[in-house]
């Protein structure tokens, strides 16, 4: 049996619901009258954007899609794979991509691509962590929330094999 790893605080609860609010700001102020179509990535996201759309107070959508370059461990495999699902249609939509963590930038990268091909009136990333010195691709993180180091994080949505999304605080894992 491999011992329990060591979580260590990193992020709190206040520290993150600032984060959003600061975020929810932003955005009210720029789509306020796009009816936009946010579209957030599971499952670590899924904290994040309920969190998030509380603090929006003008008509919106909300799409999930299923989507990872990791596989069990602690590395990107830089292999992106998206689980098949049906969008609604997406031309002309102004788009919100929602995501927990940007890393390697790989998956937003592939997802924005994917999207963009579509035709989207505007097509926008919001993460609410920035694992600044992990980048493999250039990605422009249009509604950033916090930098964090090069470790790896969990809770607030966020896992190391589907273990610690529901803790409310931020935690690195030192293994
Ligand atoms: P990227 O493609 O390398 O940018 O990785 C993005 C995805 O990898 C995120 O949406 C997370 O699901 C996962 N990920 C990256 N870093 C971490 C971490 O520190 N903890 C947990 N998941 C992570
Ligand atoms: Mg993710």
């Known amino acids: 049996m491999s011992p329990e790893p060591e979580l260590r605080k990193l992020i709190t609860g206040e520290q993150i619901a600032a984060t959003v609010g600061r975020l929810a700001a932003e955005i009210r102020r720029d789509y306020r009258d796009k009816n936009p179509l946010l579209i957030a990535v599971l499952k670590g996201s899924f904290m994040f954007l309920a969190d998030l759309v509380r603090r929006l107070d003008f008509p919106l959508e909300i799409e ?33 991509v929602v995501e927990d963590i940007i890393d390697t930038g790989l998956t937003a990268a592939f997802l924005l691509d994917y999207l963009g091909r579509k035709k989207p009136a505007s097509l926008k990333l919001c ?49």
């Open 127 to 175: 993460s609410l962590t920035d694992k600044v010195g992990r980048r493999r691709v250039l990605i422009n993180i249009d509604y950033r929330g916090l930098a964090v180091p090069d470790k790896f994080i969990v809770g607030y949505g966020i896992d190391r094999n589907e273990k610690y999304r529901h803790l409310p605080d931020i935690y690195a894992l030192e293994q």
């Open 64 to 96: 999930f899609v299923r989507i990872s370059s990791y596989g069990g461990g602690t590395e990107s495999s830089g292999a992106v794979k998206m689980a098949p699902g049906a969008l609604p249609k997406i031309k002309g939509r102004h788009l919100l």
